[in-house]
């Protein structure tokens, strides 16, 4: 029996720099799935529907809410976001490797349902930088970008949810963490399964 | 306040390719520190004494355990191994990470302590080639290669002692796998220690 694939959950604080760090991540590891979630926000200018989110309207996340299609779904301010579970068991069944992007109440639910995965939390170098990235985008105005500080701050107050932190000093190092961890991952005891029948049957002896 | 050293307590049954591996992996990570056990069995051909071990008398041995010298130490067959306490702590605070080199004996004994640390078991590829390697070395007879296969077998039944295991199919492939566990439990929240100390702080606040 092939070893089933890993979800990894990974969030960061908005200004983190998570979307060029999951691009590159992507470029490095093309084995890897991302789970893609689903919003009624809005797309900001270079967001892609179907691939940085899909993007659909309050009645239509409601009905899949309604259907229980969602692994976890929340409200945050006025929008509505979501992970499907469709997808997510047949592609780890595959034995292949999954990201699941999140914002931290996403992960707040997934921890209550006790959901199997590494959780990965990406730190921003200072609350100085943070700001910095978030002033940086230049498309909000400086009272939006206040309270997108207090919400990082929050978010960052709930690292201890999550089972691995990376500091985004410099992405390539950051992806060079994240393969890292994926790689120890899959070599943890609890859900390693050697190839050798043998080997694994002594190891299963052992278990009991 | 810098992060501590990390504890890798590495284990495999004889034949599964420890000793290249471990050369490897020194060569591959220099910073990495390596603690020599203290044995009174007489070295093999090609041990070097303060490298391999320390091979010192049983008479020795024994003041040394009468003085609390050890973290851990076991008679094996005829023979006496121990781990020293000295320099291990003082490595660990200086922030360098050490590699001990233990047998399963050993580990119980430190899992027994609760001792923290990252936790690593080496597998051969098969039972087939352990035989395989056990026999390649030429130097023992039959009846002693049947024997330590029956104790290869045995340690491996006790993998769940580990909190990792690494199949040694090829030794690269191996050492990096090990040097990715070891970044990777170095980014484990628990024991993560962001360098600004805002964000250190903002993170302390959520674990109360």
């Known amino acids: ?36 979630s689903h919003t009624t926000r809005p797309p900001r200018e270079n967001e ?9 309207s309050k009645a239509d996340f409601l009905k899949m809410t309604d259907r229980n299609e969602f692994l ?13 579970l469709k997808n997510i068991e047949s592609t780890l069944k595959k034995g292949k490797d999954l ?17 199997q995965g590494v959780y990965i939390f990406i730190l921003p170098p200072s609350l100085e930088e943070l ?10 105005p400086d009272s939006q ?10 978010e960052i107050s709930k690292s201890h949810l999550y089972d691995f932190a990376v500091t985004n000093v410099n992405v390539d190092e950051s ?6 961890i994926i790689r120890a991952e899959k070599s943890r005891m609890n859900r390693y399964q050697p190839d050798c029948p043998e080997i694994r049957k002594i190891i299963e002896s052992g278990n009991t």
């Open 1 to 36: 029996m092939a070893q089933e694939g890993l979800p990894i959950i990974i969030s960061a604080p908005s200004g983190a720099g998570k979307t060029t760090l999951l691009r590159s991540l992507k470029e490095r590891l093309p084995a890897l799935d991302f789970s893609v």
């Open 48 to 56: 892609r529907d179907g691939e940085d989110y899909h993007f659909i």
């Open 72 to 84: 976890e779904w929340a409200k945050i301010h006025d929008n509505y976001y979501g992970t499907t």
């Open 99 to 115: 990201v699941l992007e999140l914002d931290v109440q996403g992960v707040e639910a997934l921890r209550d349902l006790k959901y």
């Open 131 to 140: 700001k910095k990235r978030l002033t940086g985008r230049g498309t909000e």
């Open 145 to 154: 970008i206040r309270q997108r500080l207090e919400v990082g701050k929050k």
């Open 175 to 180: 992806v060079d963490t994240i393969l890292s």
